[in-house]
């Protein structure tokens, strides 16, 4: 689906920033770049921006006019960072991206349209556009690189077919799937776990048996919001007998003096 997204980048003065979009189109998927009158391409500064997407440079489409770029679009999304005259549908980059699926869904193909380094879209341009797309960065500094712009879309536009698609935005660690994957302790061993750490207390002087106000209880209260695996049960476990070496070695050395 992602591959009938087409960036379009209009009459690019810097190379490099040929280069960052396409690194960014590919970290997010998207394939189809097509440049617009392009001051200076094919360049070696893009190809290092690119970083590895030269794949993505490689099959990038040039054309002369807007018109052409635009062939084949059903939307077409322009960005705009200034305020214009005639009112336009504006969208931030979230309502772009689901803007953008849902024409895809459909079918159609999807233009992301970015303007000139120093000037962005003239109003021509974004007359030919079906929606404005305002990134709300601080108006304090307001500029975005063109690279960056791109970034920031096509990640929206990213997340938003992961949601789609029921994919996960978070790459789970090793470590938390194993713990997720493993067998949770029962009654039983979360009891003498209970024991175990009552005695440490006591041991360390936390816990005072006479007066123990209601510690355990709440302690008991804690663990138990908790769906503590056998991993995990081992790890407390252990922290619970170290502890209770380093007391009783302690208590030895006090004992010989």
Known sequence: MLQ????????????????????????MGLSQLVLVQPEDFPSGEAVARASGATDVLDAALVVDTLE????????VLGTSARDRR???PLLDPRECASTSLEHLEQGGQVALVFG??????????LQRCHFHVHIPSDPEFGSLNLAAAVQVLTYEVRMAWLAQQGQPTKMA???TTAMLNSQLVTVEE?????????????AIRFLDPEKPRHLMARLRRLYGRC?????????????????????????????EE
Request: glycine content about 8%; some cysteine; hydrophobic content about 40%.
């Open 4 to 27: 009938n997204i087409r960036v379009v980048l209009v009459n690019t003065s810097h190379p490099g920033n040929i280069g960052g979009a396409a690194r960014a189109m590919k970290n």
């Open 86 to 88: 005639i009112p336009w």
């Open 227 to 255: 769906a503590i695996s056998r991993l995990e049960m081992n790890i407390l476990r252990g922290i619970l007998t170290e502890t209770q070496k380093v007391v009783d070695g302690a208590a030895c050395k006090k004992g």
């Open 116 to 125: 000139r380094e120093y000037a962005g879209l003239t109003n021509e341009e």
């Open 68 to 75: 052409e770029a635009l062939t084949g679009c059903s939307v």
């Open 190 to 202: 979360l009891e003498a776990y209970f024991r175990h750490l009552e005695q440490t207390l006591i």
């Open 173 to 175: 660690k090793l470590e």
